[in-house]
């Protein structure tokens, strides 16, 4: 997998920032910024160019409600998958952006799904970021929604769950992903001792690929306990949300000897496994494709903090507002052919064919 042809779509405020970081790491990751206010770009205008962002006309944002920003994407939609195809190489997409808020929160699993439906060969990764415990009851409540339509989703490879709540700044959880994720891009690169396994390119690509959750772990050599006992540690003190040892990969990359089968015992692979020494690289452990059914506790969690937060006196979510929304009735487009009714699963002929309408029942609207 070359470095060059991967691309991250940062959508909203959280994904902007993520992917400004991505690139600031990994000077040769393309970037393309999306969003719906333009003041959420200050700061990383070396990155988000005239050339690779889309703000979207008219808008100043979407406070927090999800299906204003689902609406948004179907305005212009037409505009956002233009853009994508001035990039040569889709398959390996990472799409960045926040659960808790309106527009990533909103829009990114939108787009996938229009992904799914527009390109059905193509597959993207996510890395999408966990509220703090503390946020408002709206923000816990895009998260269990945001999920839902995620989970709904055919065309997701892996998907890079973060927790802010690990981290005092949501700032250094988007700089500890960066830097992590440049690690293990450049793997390859490394010089590996001559009796140790070599991660290439294609073990970079499977691990990349593999569907589920998936992680990255900056390991110590210097551990005091045995390897379960660390890697266990590493694991809930890192970013990422990994409730399971089940996984499809797994690769590690250190500068001295694990014990291999301890590390076996850590880990249930389900297909292969890397195992290798350098002299160059830093340690790290990158475990891919853990089912997705593995992070429902965390979910459930999510779940109970919003009940804890709800009172039945308030007044409803936005989610829930209908007189709340920008667009009351969208906009019929002029067509020429009459537009075809489609239904959840079925193929779709041309894209080109679909309406408003059409994309709303699509994304579940």
Request: hydrophobic share 35%; charged share 30%.
């Amino acid at each position: 997998m070359r470095i060059s042809d991967v691309l991250f779509i940062g959508i909203g405020q959280c994904g902007n920032a993520i992917t400004a970081k991505v690139m600031e790491e990994t000077k040769r990751v393309n970037g393309l910024f999306i969003n719906t206010n333009k003041s959420d770009l200050q700061n990383i205008e070396k990155y988000a160019t005239r050339e690779n962002t889309f703000i979207v006309p008219a808008a100043s944002g979407t406070g927090r409600n999800r299906k204003k920003a689902k609406e948004y994407l179907i305005r212009q939609r037409h505009s956002i998958l233009e853009l994508l195809e001035e990039y040569p190489n889709l398959e390996n997409i990472h799409i960045a952006f926040s659960m808790g808020g309106g527009t990533g929160s909103g829009m990114a699993p939108a787009l996938a799904k229009m992904l799914e439906i527009a390109k059905p060969d193509i597959k993207v990764n996510m890395v999408a970021v966990l509220p703090k415990r503390d946020d408002s009851q709206q923000t816990l409540f895009n998260t269990l929604s945001c999920w839902t339509d995620i989970s709904a989703l055919n065309n997701v490879n892996n998907i890079y769950l973060l927790d802010n709540n690990k981290r005092r700044l949501v700032t250094d959880v988007n700089e500890e992903f960066a830097k992590l994720f440049n690690k293990f891009l450049r793997v390859p690169k490394n010089q590996y001792d001559q009796n140790s396994v070599v991660i290439d390119g294609s073990e970079i690509t499977l691990l990349n690929k593999a569907n589920g959750i998936s992680a990255i772990y900056e390991l110590d050599n210097n551990y005091k306990d045995n390897v379960t006992s660390y890697v266990a540690n590493v694991m809930r003190k890192s970013i990422f949300v990994l409730n399971s040892k089940n996984c499809q990969y797994f690769g590690l990359v250190t500068d001295e000897d694990f014990e291999a089968t301890e590390l076996y015992n850590e880990f249930e692979s389900d297909l292969d496994h890397w195992l290798c020494k350098s002299d160059t690289a830093e340690p790290m452990l990158m475990v891919s494709g853990t089912p997705i059914k593995s992070c429902e506790k965390t979910f459930l969690d999510i779940k109970s903090l919003y009940e804890d937060k709800t009172n039945l006196t308030e007044k409803s979510l936005i989610e829930d507002e209908n007189d709340d929304y920008i667009f009351d009735v969208l906009i019929e487009e002029v067509q020429s052919k009459k537009s075809k009714k489609v239904r959840k699963k079925e193929k779709v002929e041309d894209v080109e064919d679909l309406s408003d309408d059409d994309w709303e029942k699509l994304l579940n609207m």
